[in-house]
């Protein structure tokens, strides 16, 4: 029995359902707190050390050194930054949290050598893929029962909530199923999401690759609700990148165009009947974009208003599904809406208005402190927007104003090493952020790793990438088919990784770097038999 494998299996679907309810503080104050899954890996890897003093396993593959180096580099930007350039104090909280980041990232390489290990021939990959199957229906049907049924929400987006609150969605939060945010559960959608459809559309099965779109499909919904802009149009780009290399496999250039021209046009008419039918949501947050551009709102706003007209002659049968699906709100629950983390706590959301930023559902005062006679009060104030706020809205002003600017200045401060874990967002030198984000993974590895963190980390991704395109020139159609739709499904969490720290999101990055570990040793493992023959 390979118990390895029904360990990496289990983790596989285990971290992406299991809500992210801690089980205690690690540090006072901190948002990052333990919980059931690392104790888990760390049985887990435990079980794999073993294996490993025993010889029964391996660590040896390509990319093993990329993640040495990099865990290596991490480890000397956090002595340069305590030592060096003074960005994190020499105290054990301070520290710690750096140090608590390092270890994350350790977690996250650990599932990659269980899961290579897991792997000793060729068809338990279809277990790997069996596990991803079970795991994005499980979070489909909850997703559906949190979006219509007010199944409990588990949410990180602040301290308070990331303590294990129960909450529910009000009428227009993002779905984030069993994730701790909607940015999060996108992120996941589009890694798994490129591989089935590519998976669906190349094997000859029949009833294999119509269950593969039907579980496709749900994924998609799912994507679409949760709202994400950015992941879903990483994800259109993984799906296309993907259909744009197996066009490259066909023998003539006619063929070439052909299949990509077939394919991408069925392809962008499906997401574009899913977006009619179900991202009225999602529709709307890209309208907020185009809203700061008025030559091109205009028409498209003249070219949406004949399609209302038409539409008011065509019946709605998705209107009696709704009907049916009504249920009650939860008594004494709390009321949970994603779109604005200072206002979750009310019923209703209100339409924006233009003193505010377009994404911003209510006037919310911002409280000013003031101290007289040592009592301090905090009054109300109008809050005051950026330029870049009322032009491009909150969520895009608050990356190009703050977040953005911090990780560049880490990096400048030290372009080798970076100023260190957790370090971008503080203010002063002793001051302790309660959680940390760049919304850019790029910019986030630069400022906190320096050049050589960047390097060895995406070092690892490109080496990985590479070594897999190669391969399917060579092999089997079946590791041309599984080696294109990783391939596409990396490309697409790499674009996301423009707008969100997705590999630094744990749910997202213990399955990235799981897959990847389990793909690499099957293309090992498919060449060694080949050899053999």
């Known amino acids: 029995m390979n118990f390895l494998l029904i360990i990496a299996s289990f983790l596989l679907a285990f971290i992406p359902l299991y809500p992210k309810i801690p089980l205690f503080d690690i540090l006072p104050g901190y948002i990052v707190r333990v919980r059931l899954e690392d104790i888990l890996i760390l049985l887990a890897f435990s079980y794999y050390l073993i294996q490993l003093i025993r010889k029964k396993v391996s660590f040896k593959n390509q990319i093993t050194p990329w993640i040495f180096a990099y865990l290596c580099i991490a480890s000397l930007s956090i002595l340069s930054a305590v030592f060096l350039i003074k960005t994190i104090p020499p105290e054990l909280i301070h520290v710690g949290k750096s140090v608590l980041h390092l270890f994350r990232y350790t977690e996250y390489f650990a599932l990659f050598f269980i899961m290579f290990s897991s792997i000793k021939k060729t068809k338990d990959i279809k277990v790997i893929f069996y596990s991803l199957i079970f795991t994005v229906l499980s979070i489909t049907v909850y997703g559906y029962g949190q979006r219509y049924w007010y199944w409990p929400v588990f949410s990180t987006m602040n301290r308070e909530f990331s303590k294990g609150m129960v909450l529910y969605l009000t009428e227009h939060a993002r779905v984030q199923s069993t994730f ?3 940015y999060d559960l996108a992120a996941y959608l589009v890694i798994v999401l ?8 190349n094997i000859k099965n029949k009833w294999q690759r119509r269950g593969l779109h039907l579980v496709h499909l ?8 949760s709202a994400s802009r950015t992941s879903f149009l990483a994800y259109i780009g993984a799906v296309l990148a993907g259909l744009f ?3 490259l496999t066909k023998p003539k250039f006619i063929n070439k165009v052909g299949y990509f021209f077939k394919k991408s046009s069925l392809y962008i008419l499906m997401v574009a009947v899913m977006m009619y039918a179900f991202g009225a949501d999602m529709r709307e947050r890209f309208e907020q974009v185009l809203q700061a551009y008025p030559n091109v709102y205009e028409p498209y706003q003249k070219t949406q208003d004949f399609i209302a007209k038409q539409a008011e002659f065509i019946s709605d049968p998705i209107a009696k599904i709704k009907e049916m699906r009504e249920s009650k709100k939860p008594q004494n629950g709390i009321a949970f809406d994603n779109t604005n983390l200072d206002s979750v706590l009310t019923a209703t959301d209100q339409q924006p208005v233009s003193t505010r930023p377009i994404d911003v559902y209510e006037d919310i005062p911002d409280q000013v402190a003031s101290e007289s006679g040592g009592v301090v009060t905090y009054t109300e104030q109008p809050r005051v927007w950026s330029d870049n706020a009322l032009k491009y809205g909150l969520s895009f002003a608050i990356r190009l104003d703050e977040l953005w600017p911090n990780a560049i200045k880490g990096f400048i401060k030290s372009p ?3 100023s260190g874990y957790a370090t971008l967002n503080k203010k002063e030198y002793y001051q302790f952020t309660e959680a940390e984000s760049t919304d850019n ?3 986030r590895t630069l400022g906190e790793t320096g050049l050589l963190g960047f390097l060895s980390f995406y070092g690892a991704v490109v080496t990985l990438l590479i070594i897999l395109y190669k391969n399917q020139k060579e092999q089997s159609k079946q590791l041309k088919i599984i080696n294109i ?6 490309i697409g969490l790499l674009l996301n990784a423009s707008y969100i720290d997705v590999f630094a999101s744990s749910k997202v990055a213990f399955t990235y770097w799981a897959l990847a570990g389990a793909i690499l040793a099957y293309n090992n493992h498919v060449k060694k038999n080949k050899k053999g023959l």
Request: hydrophobic share 70%; no cysteine; glycine share 12%.
């Open 416 to 418: 080798l090493l970076g």
């Open 245 to 247: 290399f197996f066009s």
């Open 194 to 201: 490129p591989i089935f459809y590519l998976l669906a559309i």
């Open 218 to 225: 749900l994924g998609l919904w799912l994507l679409v609700m």
């Open 441 to 443: 993974n790029f910019l």
């Open 485 to 490: 739709a990783f391939i596409a499904a990396s």
């Open 180 to 182: 701790g945010g909607h």
